[in-house]
């Protein structure tokens, strides 16, 4: 088994991804054009202030699920950098898709308390609204990005269990052989359930193929030490090289693949989310501390 693999996939419940959309340059959106442009008051009178109102509660709300995600982004990505494989804790990895999970349904409250205030481009409470709704959106969306990580990270941590430890206590090379295919066996079958999200699926394909290589190596090396050929267990030494050497690259690109989406939510957070949201604290500010 190659040196990294192991601890390289446990990781990945921490060393959390999204998924790989293309966001928006960062600036004033459309939406978010009234609270920034001119600072205009609500015209339409208490009614219109309601409503703006009831938006600075729920961005308000929103702003500290948004430094929570960029803080932890900003960790998992500075694991990377640091090389800390860490030690996987299933606990805290399903309180971390439990925590994030919530933020999905809080955010998705927080838009419907939004349903029915008046949104009228020309008006700046409504650009006040649309711009609010815009950003609560794109942090929902990468809130659902971290959940959907979470998940397959639990998920593939676990069908590769059976290998960590496989063939450690193997008192003969049938022995080996015999965990290995089981262990290999059950992986596969496991991770063949795992549904992968679509920005890890071809790295997840990828490592598939190279459990079904591991399994079938230990299959011709079982029959070839039943058979005392020497010269077959040696091929059978040598493909193991091979296919440990693959393994790794393999691991390697699934860290690759991780870190870009890591990099590429931390410009989502950072960048659009987050000037959308301080335009719309200097709007809240400039129309009266609302």
């Known amino acids: 088994m190659a040196k990294r693999t192991i601890s390289i ?64 982004v900003a960790e998992e990505i500075e694991s990377f950098d640091d090389d800390d494989d860490g030690e996987y804790d299933p606990a805290e990895a399903e309180a971390v898709l439990k925590e994030i999970g919530g933020f999905v349904e809080q955010l998705r409250a927080l838009l419907s308390g939004l349903q029915g205030l008046p949104d009228n481009a020309g008006s700046s409470e409504g650009k006040t609204v649309r711009a609010a709704r815009e950003y609560l959106t794109m942090l929902q969306n990468v809130s659902a990005d971290l959940t959907d990580v979470i998940g397959y990270g639990i998920a593939i941590t676990e069908a590769l269990g059976p290998m960590e430890e496989m063939g450690e206590d193997a008192e003969s090379y049938e022995e080996f052989a015999e965990m290995v295919m089981e262990a290999t066996g059950a992986t596969k079958e496991k991770l063949e359930k795992v549904k992968a999200p679509p920005y890890l699926a071809i790295t997840h394909g990828d490592m598939i193929l190279r459990i079904t290589e591991f399994k079938e190596f230990a299959e011709d090396f079982y029959f070839a030490t039943e058979l005392e050929d020497p010269l077959r267990i040696y091929s059978c030494i040598f ?51 609302i």
């Open 9 to 72: 996939i446990l990781a990945l419940v921490l060393a959390l991804g999204f998924l790989a959309l293309p966001a928006a340059a960062p600036g004033t959106t459309e939406a978010a054009a009234g609270p920034s442009g001119g600072t205009p008051a609500p015209a339409g009178g208490d009614a219109a202030r309601d409503a703006v109102a009831k938006v600075a509660e729920s961005v308000g709300a929103a702003k500290p699920i948004q430094e929570r995600l960029a803080a932890f």
């Open 239 to 289: 493909r193991m090289d091979r296919i440990s050497r693959m393994f790794d690259i393999c691991a390697e690109n699934l860290n690759a693949d991780l870190l870009l989406q890591l990099h590429q939510a931390e410009r989502r957070l950072n960048g659009p989310i987050d000037v959308l949201q301080n335009e719309l604290t200097r709007y809240f500010t400039a129309v009266g501390g």
